[in-house]
């Protein structure tokens, strides 16, 4: 799913390519990027190797896990840039190490694991009130914008504006990657204040972002944590959820196949209605009930200013282990009361 032409479009455009002994190891990859996470299917992820330039005579691909043991080996036939390695056994960090005629050219370290795309609005974005890091060092995060990827205790506001504010999604990686023994990886698309309007195929705003990741990542599943702009904008129930319906349907499209969707229950904005709230809630539940999506957390049970939110709407650092902890459980065991 790779797009190495893309690649290597944008790696032109930022740098001179170089010979090979002018390439340090991180030029001369272009994919897999250091830290990215490969999805990982029956145990094992397929891994594309795109260069920045055609490979010399003799080129050869080794990827060693973290104990330093040989996984899988291949080679990139002289004057192609591009080669796919498959069956490369999960886990993490392994590292991809691509030479010549003995002489390493570049090695980068990656993981087979699982990915995230998640979208919706600010409190997907992040906009917590103090960054939470991971502990595990097997949770990174690709950039909002290019092909990046960091871990994410070096994640910073090009990763994603809102995200380094403070988040749930480096507390739920660590939490997966405890769990399932594998690296994790986030792709973070959200806008804060976005309602379902703006994410409308149609509208040509903010759809675009889905399909630019789910043409070129395979994804575990795509979390959607948005709904309190539709609330506030007093979107009928039916409107809300046509306007799901057709995001989902349309991103299907586009992936080439059936994403899982998981949609939280969110629709929590300080003084508002309580019907306009419930309209949004039934769009939710509907949606889930429809089999368009899995039910994701009821992040509206937990809207305490003292103890849950900083400034009544974003989550404070309590608040977002327990956003963390509730798409835990809902990813593991279901959504608790989500029927």
Request: glycine residues 10%.
């Amino acid at each position: 799913m790779i797009d190495c032409g893309a690649a290597l479009a944008n790696y032109v455009a930022q740098f001179a390519l170089a010979s090979a002994d002018e390439e340090d190891s991180a030029g001369m990859i272009l994919s897999p990027q250091p830290y990215q996470v490969i999805q990982r299917d029956n145990g094992a992820g397929c891994v594309t190797v795109c260069l920045a330039q055609a490979a010399p005579a003799g080129c050869q691909v080794q990827v060693n896990d973290p104990n330093g043991r040989i996984l899988c080996e291949g080679s990139i036939p002289a004057s192609q840039a591009q080669v796919t390695i498959g069956n490369v056994p999960q886990g993490g960090w392994h590292t991809l190490t691509v030479s010549s005629a003995n002489k390493e050219l570049g090695s980068v370290p990656f993981g087979v694991g699982d990915v995230f795309l998640v979208a919706g609005q600010s409190n997907a974005g992040g906009n917590g009130d103090g960054f939470i890091p991971d502990n595990s060092g097997l949770v990174s995060v690709k950039a909002y914008e290019g092909d990046e990827w960091l871990l994410v205790t070096q994640m910073d506001e090009r990763m994603h504006p809102e995200m380094h504010r403070g988040s749930a999604w480096p507390i739920l990686g660590e939490l997966l990657t405890t769990a399932w023994q594998v690296p994790i990886g986030f792709i973070n698309v959200a806008r804060g204040g976005s309602n379902t309007d703006q994410w409308l195929p149609a509208s040509n705003d903010l759809y675009p972002r889905l399909p630019a990741v789910l043409r070129n990542h395979k994804v575990r599943a795509v979390l959607w944590h948005q709904g309190e702009s539709d609330a506030a904008s007093g979107f009928p129930t039916q409107k809300t959820r046509a306007n799901m319906e057709t995001i989902i349907r349309q991103s299907w499209q586009d992936a080439g196949w059936r994403v899982p969707w998981y949609v939280a229950f969110v629709s929590f904005v300080p003084g508002l209605e309580q019907e306009k709230m419930d309209a949004t809630r039934q769009a939710q539940k509907e949606i889930c009930q429809a089999g368009l999506a899995l039910p994701g957390p009821d992040t509206d049970l937990y809207v305490d200013p003292d103890t849950m939110r900083h400034d009544r709407l974003h989550f404070n650092q309590v608040g977002l282990r327990v956003h963390a902890l509730l798409w835990f459980v809902a990813l593991n065991w279901g959504a608790p009361g989500s029927g």
